[in-house]
């Protein structure tokens, strides 16, 4: 019964002082605050991050043709010119890694098409990308209505595609769009399946965006548009032979990814003198963003600790300066029989339920805050369970070591002395 009546009279003293209360209170408000929304922030970065990494394919490893420095330079010189920009890999690249590097299980190659996707007459922002039957099992997205491309569709380079979820929903919207015809480019293509939204891979661009994708055969490519494929404007055409803008190797299970990765550069840089291959690896890529991520965390303990230190001592000067006010009070509390305890009780209840009180109208601030910004950003906000709870206990704590000095001191003033001041 003891604990509640020094809490109902540290509430009471507090009542009492409203204003003076709330300003003690600001620094812990918005140190928590701050803290649990830059939490939940972080929160909805690092999933989105990591699940970018992992529908890469933990156990894949990742060879991009990338666009030599040499060819950046020569477009900036002839931009006003029609040319012809050769680099990346070749289908015969991949036959040399795959005879060359017995741990590789599957290679998936993935062509960009430059042509435009028709639905009715209307064109779309829809990506074509080429690629084999072998994608749905090592990318691990599977078709949710109809198929994926077979070995047949590959050997007669049959005119079927399939659509990603973002793109059959513009494409075909009210309806169902297995069994439609999509014109590409200027070839007609049967729809045979549906791939189910999967969500960004990789850092950008349009491979890493499977959602709004249109797939080919691999083989129909080639049959259908050729090497060479043109980009035009303004009578300016940019030709580009590129056989091969990715591929996903799978490596046997149990097998390391580091020295693969490391072979496949090797031969890659034999065979490419210009450097236009990059090699990933998606689990580095985890490993790397994990440690980051420990940092961070490092980080913003930092910046909590600094955000309730400054709130603490704002609570240790007010709870001094309220003291100065009481010392009549602690005075005639002494006379009539209080002991030091009971004033250190009394203070230290004050301290720690103003600051009780800080962190949980903090915690409210910072989750406002954080469905705020997340509204506006079109994100879902994602909480760490703790955050909430360990935000007010930590504010509790603060307010309990910090009101330690100033309830030392009432405990600590001679009871004549205090009621002598006027």
């Keep these: 019964m003891a604990q509640f009546k020094v809490i109902g009279e540290a509430w009471q003293n507090l009542c009492l002082h409203k204003t003076r209360s709330l300003l003690a209170a600001l620094g812990i408000i918005f140190g928590v605050a701050s803290v649990i929304c830059m939490l939940s922030i972080s929160e909805v970065a690092r999933r989105d991050v990591i699940g970018r990494i992992e529908r890469m394919g933990l156990n894949n490893l990742i060879l991009d043709s990338v ?8 477009e900036q010189h002839r931009s006003n010119d029609s040319w012809i920009a050769r680099y990346g890999m070749t289908r ?14 599957t290679i998936v190659p993935m062509r960009i098409m430059l042509s435009d996707v028709y639905a009715n007459l209307h064109a779309s922002d829809i990506n074509v990308v080429a690629t084999t039957r072998d994608y749905p099992r090592v990318m691990e997205h599977e078709p949710i209505e109809g198929r994926f491309l077979t070995a047949v569709d590959e050997a007669n380079a049959s005119a079927v595609c399939v659509l990603g979820s973002d793109a059959a929903r513009k494409l075909f919207p009210l309806s169902s769009a ?5 014109k590409i480019g200027g070839t007609h293509f049967t729809v045979i399946g549906i791939m189910p939204r999967k969500g960004q ?6 491979l890493s965006n499977p959602d709004n994708t249109a797939y080919i055969p691999f ?22 032979e590129l056989e091969v803008n990715r591929a996903v190797l799978r490596v046997k299970r149990g097998k390391p990814l580091s020295p693969i990765a490391q072979a496949a550069h090797n031969l890659m840089v034999k065979r490419h003198k210009q ?11 985890l490993n790397e963003h994990k440690k980051a991520e420990r940092i961070f ?3 913003m303990g930092s910046l909590a600790a600094i955000s309730l230190l400054v709130g603490g001592i704002g609570i240790m000067n007010i ?10 009070e602690i005075g005639l509390r002494r006379a009539l029989g209080a002991t030091r305890s009971d004033i250190v009780l009394l203070f230290m209840g004050e301290s720690a339920l103003l600051c009780l009180l800080g962190g949980a109208f903090g915690v409210a601030m910072g989750a406002f805050l954080a469905v705020a910004v997340g509204s506006l950003a079109q994100w879902t906000v994602v909480f760490q369970p703790l955050s909430f709870p360990l935000g007010i206990v930590v504010s509790m704590l603060t307010g309990l070591i910090f009101g330690t000095v100033p309830a030392v001191h009432a405990a600590r003033l001679d009871p004549v002395l205090a009621l002598r001041v006027e």
């Excluded at 015969?92 to 299980?105: A, G, P, Y």
């Excluded at 297995?178 to 999509?182: A, G, P, R, Y």
């Excluded at 709870?319 to 009549?328: C, G, K, T």
């Design 275 to 285: 450097d236009d291959v990059a090699v990933t690896i998606p689990f580095a890529l």
């Design 67 to 74: 666009k030599p420095e040499r060819l950046r330079k020569q």
């Design 178 to 182: 297995v069994n439609e015809v999509v």
């Design 219 to 240: 083989a129909t490519s080639f049959a259908r548009f050729g090497k060479l494929q043109i980009r035009g404007g303004e009578g300016v055409s940019e030709a580009t």
């Design 319 to 328: 709870m001094l300066a309220n003291m100065a006010e009481r010392r009549q």
């Design 92 to 105: 015969f690249d991949l036959e040399v890694l795959q005879d060359n590097i017995t741990e590789i299980e």
């Design 201 to 206: 891979t990789g850092s950008g661009g349009i």
């Design 297 to 299: 965390r490092w980080v």
